[in-house]
């Protein structure tokens, strides 16, 4: 019925390593637990995270999923880590409208290597924006998955 998610962490002085984040498998689940007879703009965005680490547990059958937090509250939604490879980055927005660069550029200056992600519902068409150095790929779930699994 949950899923506990523990932070990626390579024991770094400046990161979070010990706060699990914990998910439901069900959205509705999660709307009923906090409480909400309606949906409201607000509250998409968190049951859209837990729809994206449903199905990337669901469909990929991964594991090796964590996220990312330092202490200055940068944030990283979900980081795959597979054996020998960098770690992917994944933002979950229900809207990638003005989305801010800002967690991802510190989690990279900690891990530079990996691909990033930006999975929205309302992408029909991928593309990809940078800021300096960094490249973010900005697509849809179902992209996401066939990227991930290829």
Not at 137 to 145: A, D, P, T
């Amino acid at each position: 019925l949950v899923n506990i998610i523990r932070p990626f962490s390579t024991h770094k002085p400046t990161e979070i390593v010990s706060a699990p984040k914990i998910y439901a498998f069900d959205t509705g689940f999660v709307s009923y637990y906090k409480g909400w007879n309606e949906l409201r703009n607000e509250d998409k965005g968190l049951l859209w995270e837990h729809y994206v680490l449903n199905e990337l547990q669901g469909r990929l059958q991964l594991r090796d999923i964590s996220y990312w937090r330092d202490k200055r509250n940068h944030e990283i939604d979900i980081v795959i880590k597979s054996r020998g490879r960098s770690p992917t980055a994944i933002e979950c927005k229900w809207s990638p409208d003005n989305f801010d660069f800002k967690n991802l550029k510190a989690f990279r200056h900690h891990y530079p290597e990996g691909d990033n992600f930006v999975v929205s519902p309302g992408i029909n068409t991928g593309y990809t924006r940078g800021s300096g150095i960094l490249k973010v790929y900005f697509l849809n779930l179902e992209s996401l998955i066939n990227t991930c699994s290829a």
